[in-house]
């Protein structure tokens, strides 16, 4: 047999004989998330002629035992969707014992695929994979109750795997390295950008094609950048928690609905009047004339709206981004005596001399953060106040650590005395962030400490103004 693939629906791979989990194999570890997606899928693309649910890499293996060839279909890649699956049919098949509402043929199709199921002899030796097979078939039983004869019929015949059979073993964990990490993984940002294609409504293909065209033109760095240091952790930080490292794990923060599938819950109905609303103004006759654009209300903590409002809020958050910067990086700065107050707490933060270090950089990307978060809220509303908020509030933290990393940052925005992202969260007008008090505050003693000329902690300007401005406590 020469190596070859195959798309097969779940029925027939189901039935595929001699299937084998290999003893190599790491245990089975699907979760929650996981299953529950799965279940998601077979739920929201039952309409759909076919959906493909992922790939099997089998390595056939032809071995003698007692003196006769046979061989062997070895799962390389692909077994915690395979065990998943078993599951699944056991699952549906128990369930149609006392369904009365299915129909008999569905009955007679699960009992005919549980039948071959049976045939295999795969045992789980290890202790995990016993103890998430028990705890998944659980949720699975529970999942399926409202499944009918459409969902799992549709689900049988019409879901997809992609089968790869290889004969080289060696070959075989080759293809499976390949497939998982082409020289380099995947970003986080790029299994969104699947998901969210995926989501796109089926008369929105040419507008699918502009949005993968123009995504394209976005460097990879910038798009990582926007997500690991801003927009994941601005929606974290604003609901108080941990948000250190964005990772596949964590892609779930910007997937949210499909508006035109969910369910009319009371929550949806302000989002389908924007998405309505801004697509009608924008296909008017009258913009022909006037040339003018509506962009969708967009504000980084709300529900993701799935598809292509994914793509323009990406597009919205990386100009807002780009805007600031610009605004207060182009400025003069050889010109620092003559320059706003805003724009000298900028100059402190982005041209101080110890901005090389990683403490600087940790501290400029909070105040980046707090920036971009101020300016979707309220615009340019009494920025040059806001700016000097979070100047103190950024610095506060540099009196108090002599190396600061990473860590420090994230468990002072979510664990300290106030957190200034939840502030600006749920203030109704600017003031209430500016007059918002700033609970931690360095002591007149640190501020002396520092003020000497030999002090490596600190920037001299930062020191001055957090003195001259009577930021500090007295102890």
């Known amino acids: 047999?020469?190596?070859?693939?195959?798309?097969?629906?779940?029925?027939?791979?189901?039935?595929?004989?001699?299937?084998?989990?290999?003893?190599?194999?790491?245990?089975?570890?699907?979760?929650?998330?996981?299953?529950?997606?799965?279940?998601?899928?077979?739920?929201?693309?039952?309409?759909?002629?076919?959906?493909?649910?992922?790939?099997?890499?089998?390595?056939?293996?032809?071995?003698?035992?007692?003196?006769?060839?046979?061989?062997?279909?070895?799962?390389?890649?692909?077994?915690q969707r395979y065990t998943t699956l078993r599951l699944l049919i056991y699952a549906l098949y128990e369930n149609s014992l006392t369904n009365t509402n299915l129909q008999s043929n569905t009955k007679t199709i699960l009992?005919?695929?549980?039948?071959?199921?049976?045939?295999?002899?795969?045992?789980?030796?290890?202790?995990?994979?016993?103890?998430?097979?028990?705890?998944?078939?659980?949720?699975?039983?529970?999942?399926?109750?409202?499944?009918?004869?459409?969902?799992?019929?549709?689900?049988?015949?019409?879901?997809?795997?992609?089968?790869?059979?290889?004969?080289?073993?060696?070959?075989?964990?080759?293809?499976?390295?390949?497939?998982?990490?082409r020289g380099k993984d995947l970003y986080p940002h790029d299994l969104l950008k699947a998901f969210h294609l995926r989501e796109f409504d089926k008369n929105e293909i040419e507008t699918q094609t502009q949005i993968v065209d123009h995504w394209e033109k976005y460097q990879t760095k910038k798009l990582s950048l926007l997500f690991s240091n801003y927009l994941y952790r601005i929606k974290g930080w604003s609901n108080s928690k941990h948000a250190?490292?964005?990772?596949?794990?964590?892609?779930?923060?910007f997937k949210g609905i499909n508006i035109d599938k969910?369910?009319?819950?009371?929550?949806?109905?302000?989002?389908?009047?924007?998405?309505?609303?801004?697509?009608?103004?924008n296909a008017g006759f009258e913009r022909?004339?006037?040339?003018?654009?509506?962009?969708?209300?967009?504000?980084?903590?709300?529900?993701?709206?799935?598809?292509?409002?994914?793509?323009?809020?990406?597009?919205?958050?990386?100009d807002i981004n780009e805007r600031f910067k610009k605004k207060y990086l182009k400025s003069d700065w050889n010109k620092i005596d003559q320059i706003s107050n805003s724009d000298l707490l900028v100059y402190f933060?982005?041209?101080?001399?110890?901005?090389?270090?990683?403490?600087?950089?940790?501290?400029?990307?909070?105040?980046?953060?707090?920036?971009?978060?101020?300016?979707?809220?309220?615009?340019?509303?009494?920025?040059?106040?806001?700016?000097?908020?979070?100047?103190?509030?950024c610095y506060t933290l540099r009196f108090d650590f002599q190396r600061l990393g990473f860590d420090s940052v994230d468990n002072y925005v979510v664990?300290?005395?106030?957190?200034?992202?939840?502030?600006?969260?749920?203030?109704?007008?600017p003031n209430e962030v500016i007059k918002a008090p700033v609970l931690k505050l360095p002591s007149l003693q640190q501020?002396?400490?520092?003020?000497?000329?030999?002090?490596?902690r600190l920037d001299q300007d930062i020191v001055s103004f957090f003195k001259q401005r009577n930021y500090y406590e007295i102890k």
């Open 262 to 281: 969910v369910e009319s819950y009371p929550y949806v109905k302000s989002l389908q009047i924007a998405h309505h609303l801004v697509d009608n103004y």
């Open 244 to 253: 250190r490292n964005f990772g596949k794990e964590d892609i779930d923060s």
């Open 111 to 181: 009992e005919q695929l549980k039948t071959k199921l049976s045939t295999i002899d795969i045992r789980y030796r290890h202790k995990a994979s016993i103890e998430q097979i028990n705890k998944n078939y659980q949720l699975i039983k529970r999942s399926i109750q409202h499944f009918d004869d459409s969902i799992i019929t549709n689900f049988i015949a019409k879901f997809q795997v992609v089968v790869f059979y290889i004969t080289d073993e060696t070959e075989a964990f080759q293809f499976f390295d390949s497939q998982n990490s």
């Open 1 to 79: 047999m020469t190596n070859k693939a195959e798309i097969l629906t779940i029925q027939d791979f189901i039935s595929l004989k001699d299937i084998r989990i290999p003893e190599y194999q790491r245990p089975y570890k699907w979760g929650e998330k996981s299953v529950g997606q799965l279940l998601d899928d077979i739920f929201t693309f039952k309409d759909k002629s076919h959906y493909r649910f992922g790939t099997i890499v089998i390595h056939v293996n032809t071995l003698t035992e007692n003196n006769t060839v046979v061989t062997y279909n070895d799962i390389v890649d692909g077994q």
């Open 349 to 393: 933060i982005y041209k101080n001399k110890f901005i090389y270090r990683d403490g600087e950089s940790y501290l400029k990307d909070l105040f980046e953060c707090l920036a971009i978060f101020y300016i979707d809220k309220f615009g340019n509303n009494s920025l040059d106040e806001f700016i000097e908020k979070a100047f103190i509030y």
């Open 447 to 456: 501020i002396e400490l520092f003020s000497k000329a030999d002090s490596r």
């Open 288 to 318: 022909k004339i006037d040339k003018q654009f509506m962009n969708f209300p967009f504000q980084i903590d709300q529900i993701m709206i799935n598809g292509r409002r994914f793509f323009e809020y990406v597009n919205y958050y990386l």
């Open 415 to 429: 664990t300290g005395n106030r957190n200034l992202f939840t502030i600006i969260k749920n203030a109704m007008v």
